[in-house]
């Protein structure tokens, strides 16, 4: 069980819209920068997002990240067939005082 | 660009003991400003952040994992190492290590990952 709520799944066609949400406490989204990975089958995790949107050089502008009370969402627009893979927020929690992964998410483009 | 590679052994006994080492390279591990961490992922899971510790030796652990998990820090040689006592069949996982930024609560630079199978 996460401590990160994330859905299993979504999915979208080419050059559409997808969001995936991620739901926290407020002993970590609620006060912690939100960070977003990739992950593509057999490969290390990749940064795409981190301080709640704002994105490392090279990633493209069509993912942005936000944040919002408790929860966080990752945007992906102009959905491209080589954008699905598992998506992953993070975080820090106080409480805990460890770090904090979501569940993941599976994005299929149809 | 600093990068970060994962050595290990690749098969492990149950209830032995698990060494992980992860070489810093391009970079120092001296910087006050990052620190360095250990997630892993277990065949068709999500992420488990294990630990993470800082250059003068500050640490932190997942508490579920804390009694059998020790993370440390060889300034000397750029590394950063995973200790893991009493292994069983549940910390068959790929074994990521990564850097991580104070404030910024986020891992900006990973390792390409090294397997680590426990079998009888």
């Known amino acids: 069980q996460s401590v990160l709520t994330q859905p299993p799944s979504v999915s979208a066609a080419p050059g559409q819209k997808v969001t995936i949400s991620c739901s926290g406490s407020?002993?970590?989204?609620?006060?912690?920068?939100v960070s977003w990975y990739q992950q593509f089958p057999g490969t290390a995790p990749k940064l795409l997002i981190y301080e709640n949107d704002r994105r490392p050089s090279g990633i493209p502008d069509r993912f942005s990240g936000s944040k919002s009370g408790t929860s966080a969402t990752l945007d992906i627009t102009g959905l491209q067939t080589g954008d699905e893979a598992d998506y992953y927020c993070?975080?820090?929690?106080?409480?805990?005082?460890?770090?904090?992964f979501g569940g993941g998410t599976k994005l299929t483009v149809l | 660009q600093l990068q970060l590679q994962e050595s290990g052994p690749g098969l492990v006994k149950t209830s032995e003991t698990l060494s992980l080492t992860c070489t810093v390279s391009s970079g120092s591990i001296t910087s006050r400003t990052f620190y360095w961490g250990w997630i892993r992922q277990p065949p068709g899971k999500g992420l488990e952040w294990i630990a993470i510790?800082?250059?003068?030796?500050?640490?932190y652990y997942s508490p579920s994992l804390r009694s059998r998990f020790t993370i440390s820090v060889d300034t000397s040689k750029n590394q950063f190492s995973l200790k893991v006592t009493s292994v069983t069949a549940a910390d068959t996982a790929a074994y990521y290590c990564?850097?991580?930024?104070?404030?910024?609560?986020?891992?900006?630079?990973w390792g390409q990952g090294t397997k680590v199978t426990v079998s009888s």
């Open positions: 990564a850097r991580g930024e104070h404030g910024v609560d986020a891992f900006d630079i």
């Open positions: 993070g975080t820090w929690d106080s409480s805990l005082s460890i770090g904090v």
């Open positions: 407020s002993s970590n989204i609620g006060n912690k920068y």
């Open positions: 510790i800082y250059s003068n030796g500050g640490t």
